[in-house]
Each structure stands twice: as structure tokens, then as C-alpha cells.
């Protein structure tokens, strides 16, 4: 499976950005699609999840703030961030979670500085 990220930025703190995530291949073969982001120096964070159920999970840090959807007809999945801060500053990546492997895609850099 191939995931493509796009939708990084620039941004003011209080802004919004929409991350999307295009998979190669049919999203409900894929056991959990997410969303991880590294900022410099730190360890790399799971932001959100959904599962092929439809479930989802959010970091604490990011709960009220960010939604993880999906597309399966176009076999996307989304993170809207709203009320971005500058603590939100890192490289966004793509995950495709089977079980028995995991995909990564490229990251997406989100900056949020005024």
C-alpha cells in the first residue's frame, strides 16, 4: 500500500489546516488508518486513528480540536485541525496499520507560528 500525504502548511496559531492521506488501495483492507506527528527532537506521537469499523481515538492533546474522517470511495482519510497552536508544530505522516505490517507515508510538515 502506498500513502500519499498532502495539505502541510504554514499557519497562524487559532488557524485551520485539513490534512489528507490518499491510499493506493481499498482503506477497508486496512485494519487502522492514522495519523502520527514528530516535532523536532521528540519521539513520533499517534495524533488519531479510525478504524475500519468507523471507530476513532485522539491523542489527548488534540481532542476538541481535531477530526479524523475518511473517504472510502476515494479511499482517503482526513484530519481537519482547528484551533492550531505553536505546540502543533511537526511532521504530520500517514499510517496504515494491518496488523501484520505497518505503511507509512511521507510526511507533511505543519508549522503553526505567528
Known amino acids: 500500500v502506498q500513502l500519499q500525504a498532502s495539505g502541510g502548511g504554514l499557519v497562524q496559531p487559532g488557524g485551520s489546516l485539513r490534512l489528507s492521506c490518499a491510499a493506493s488501495?481499498?482503506?477497508?483492507?486496512?485494519?487502522?488508518m492514522g495519523w502520527y506527528r514528530q516535532a523536532p527532537g521528540k519521539q513520533r506521537e499517534l495524533v488519531a486513528r479510525?478504524?475500519?469499523?468507523?471507530?476513532?481515538n485522539y491523542a489527548d492533546s488534540v481532542k476538541g480540536r481535531f477530526t479524523i474522517s475518511r473517504d472510502i470511495a476515494k479511499n482517503a482519510v482526513h484530519l481537519q485541525m482547528n484551533s492550531l497552536r505553536p505546540e502543533d508544530t511537526a511532521v504530520y505522516f500517514c499510517?496504515?496499520?494491518?496488523?501484520?505490517?505497518?505503511?507509512w507515508g511521507q510526511g507533511t510538515q505543519v508549522t503553526v507560528s505567528s
Open positions: 479510525i478504524t475500519r469499523d468507523g471507530s476513532t
Open positions: 488501495e481499498n482503506i477497508l483492507s486496512i485494519n487502522i
Open positions: 499510517n496504515g496499520d494491518r496488523g501484520w505490517y505497518v505503511y
